[in-house]
T-cell receptor
Framework: GESVGLHLPTLSVQEGDNSIINCAYSNSASDYFIWYKQESGKGPQFIIDIRSNMDKRQGQRVTVLLNKTVKHLSLQIAATQPGDSAVYFCAENMGYGNKLVFGAGTILRVKS | NAGVTQTPKFQVLKTGQSMTLQCAQDMNHEYMSWYRQDPGMGLRLIHYSVGAGITDQGEVPNGYNVSRSTTEDFPLRLLSAAPSQTSVYFC???????????FGSGTRLTVV
């Protein structure tokens, strides 16, 4: 079932390095996945999505990888910038109920 | 397009009071949802709707009611506010099942 973390893990990276944020999703029937970015005091912003019939999708500086065998999703950010500092959430669409359920989130801190 | 508009932005309620959080979207999206976000945590789904006249419960529906009489509006009603409902509430809409949600800017609710 769905769970909410009691605290958010933090990933600290140096400006210019690549970042990898991981997410374990809960339901093998989920058919669509999204990564969101949330800056302090704002609503989540869509970054990139992937459907369950794909295992990789690339956007501008971002790549999402999907491993259905182990129910794992990752977000790779190339050449991380200070403006990438935010909380990142993965979300899974539970097809049978059309519900979009969020994971607990990861804080990304970019050091200059 | 204004996108997803939430009102009010801030609200303080006394325990036991009721109120309605308003949400409107002008993108003709069929799907709408309400989420709550507690400090340092992820977003939890309260209720969602896949079209006018159709609503369903999410992960944490107790203490909240919704209705969807039009495509544009999806109000969230707190029946009898409790301190445990202190949170930031986000409304979101999307065009269909395998699409990302667009989020409003949130309503910060404090129940004393």
């Amino acid at each position: 079932g769905e769970s909410v973390g009691l605290h958010l893990p933090t990933l600290s990276v140096q400006e210019g390095d690549n970042s990898i944020i991981n997410c374990a999703y809960s339901n093998s029937a989920s058919d669509y996945f999204i990564w969101y970015k949330q800056e302090s005091g704002k609503g989540p912003q869509f970054i990139i999505d992937i459907r369950s019939n794909m295992d990789k999708r690339q956007g501008q500086r971002v790549t999402v990888l999907l491993n259905k065998t182990v129910k794992h999703l990752s977000l790779q950010i190339a050449a991380t910038q200070p403006g990438d500092s935010a909380v990142y959430f993965c979300a899974e669409n539970m097809g049978y109920g059309n519900k979009l359920v969020f994971g607990a989130g990861t804080i990304l801190r970019v050091k200059s | 397009n204004a996108g997803v508009t939430q009102t009010p932005k801030f609200q303080v309620l006394k325990t036991g009071q009721s109120m309605t959080l308003q949400c409107a979207q002008d993108m003709n999206h069929e799907y709408m949802s309400w989420y709550r976000q507690d400090p340092g945590m992820g977003l939890r789904l309260i209720h969602y709707s896949v079209g006018a006249g159709i609503t369903d419960q999410g992960e944490v529906p107790n203490g909240y009611n919704v209705s969807r009489s039009t495509t544009e509006d999806f109000p969230l009603r707190l029946l009898s506010a409790a301190p445990s409902q202190t949170s930031v509430y986000f409304c979101a809409s999307r065009v269909g099942q395998n699409y990302g949600y667009t989020f409003g800017s949130g309503t910060r609710l404090t129940v004393v």
